[in-house]
């Protein structure tokens, strides 16, 4: 949630400002893509050191990519249009405002099914759960 939250300026801050105001919606969807982020992590971790991920399976991992997506798309759906460099480079500070802002719902919704994809493929995926007594 920080890592999104600061550096866009939702989570209010000394350090990162942003000239347009914060939508309504951001707050809802950092939350919803922190707790999906997170879970999506926690699925990678191991606790036992004899387990490795070869390589081929490190290729193949289609959820860790979307995932990774996901938090991007978030990135860029909660962020302020007229601070995003790519955004103004393409569109200019009047496109960025007149096309990019209200193409951000858009994106807020991508990441949430993005991330939400790739936790459930990443669950449905998992062999085992060890649980330590």
């Not at 860029?76 to 096309?99: E, I, Q, Y």
């Amino acid at each position: 949630m920080l890592a999104v939250g600061l550096p866009t300026d939702v989570i209010p801050n000394p350090v990162f400002g942003r000239p347009v105001d914060v939508t309504w919606w951001s707050y809802p969807i950092l939350l919803v893509t922190a707790v999906l982020g997170g879970l999506l992590m926690a699925t990678y971790v191991r606790t036992d050191a004899s387990q490795h991920i070869d390589r081929l399976d490190a290729d193949l991992d289609t959820p860790g990519r979307a995932g990774g997506l996901g938090g991007l798309l978030s990135f860029f759906a909660v962020g302020c249009p007229t601070c995003n460099k790519l955004a103004v480079l393409a569109l200019g500070s009047t496109g960025a405002l007149d096309w990019f802002a209200p193409a951000q719902p858009i994106l807020a919704i991508l990441s949430v099914v993005l991330l939400g994809w790739a936790l459930r493929a990443r669950l449905q995926s998992a062999t085992l759960c060890r649980i330590a007594a």
